[in-house]
């Protein structure tokens, strides 16, 4: 089982989160009247890295906040989690 | 599932083992910024959790920390009438919401030397000393339902189970405590 840092309650066992995807994907201002490939990258493309991934995840069982953590998608590996709007 | 079914009919040995229930109780969901709350629940005599992971008792009332902006406050079921215009009046002018949560939890008290290792049976956290002291409290899971925790004592804790989840929850303490009791 991983062992999640929440930024919140400290590290915690997985079975407490839930998994929110791929992390800082903007989505497009209606001011900046994205073309429908801007939209659809926006949607769908993701970069399913091998390595270091920044991803969401979600103490949904726990504090119930989302955050963002950096997982090193080949060993699992945990280097470090942030709250959400931080780097 | 039937072994579920044959421990539900064994509440009176179960409680004997370790684990009851408990008369219903007074509880509010409250969110509200802690820092700009702290104040004013000091002033009404409301607790508010400020560290994290622990509870706040005063008087009556108990605050539990369950999230950055979120309270769980616990009560005598005969003083519910009187918290909401407590707190209306104590955190007036800010911003807060309160939900009167009683009738969707039902707590369940753990205790005596096997309470840690009945929690373990379905609770993946640490319950060494060092890592989760008396007053620690956090919402986790207890198999596959979700609960609410709450060390009151060394030896004695407190689980809330949302009330649908109740038949799931005690079924697998009762299980737990009959392989306790049978050294399994």
């Not at chain 1, 991934?53 to 950096?70: D, L, M």
């Not at chain 2, 198999?143 to 809330?160: G, I, P, S």
Request: with cysteine.
């Amino acid at each position: 089982m991983l062992i999640i840092p929440c930024p919140y309650c400290g590290p915690r066992p997985e079975l407490e989160f839930s998994y929110g995807g791929q992390a800082h994907v903007t989505r497009p201002t209606a001011a900046s009247n994205p073309s429908p490939a801007e939209w659809n990258a926006f949607q769908y493309e993701r970069a399913n890295l091998k390595g270091l991934h920044a991803e969401r995840w979600r103490h949904i069982h726990g504090c119930a906040r989302f955050f963002n953590v950096v997982r090193d998608t080949t060993t699992d590996e945990i280097l470090r989690s942030y709250r959400s709007g931080e780097k | 599932m039937l072994k579920l079914k044959a421990a539900r009919t064994l509440p009176a040995r179960a409680s004997a083992l370790g684990w009851r229930m408990l008369d219903p109780r007074s509880c509010w969901s409250l969110r509200v910024d802690l820092v700009a709350a702290a104040g004013p629940m000091s002033a009404a005599d409301l607790p508010l959790a400020i560290d994290v992971c622990r509870a706040a008792t005063r008087g009556d009332w108990s605050a539990l920390w369950l999230g950055p902006d979120e309270q769980l406050l616990v009560g005598l079921d005969s003083a519910h009438a009187q918290l909401a215009p407590r707190l209306a009046a104590a955190l007036d002018g800010v911003a807060h919401s309160i939900v009167d949560v009683s009738h969707r939890q039902a707590a369940i008290e753990l205790s005596g030397p096997g309470a840690t290792r009945l929690l373990a049976m379905g609770c993946p956290l640490d319950f060494d000393l060092r890592s989760a002291p008396v007053g620690f409290c956090t919402r986790t899971v207890y198999a596959k339902a979700e609960v609410v925790l709450w060390r009151q004592d060394t030896q004695r804790f407190q689980l809330q189970a949302w009330r649908s989840f109740l038949p799931y929850v005690t079924g697998l303490l009762a299980l737990g405590s009959q392989e306790l009791t049978a050294g399994i």
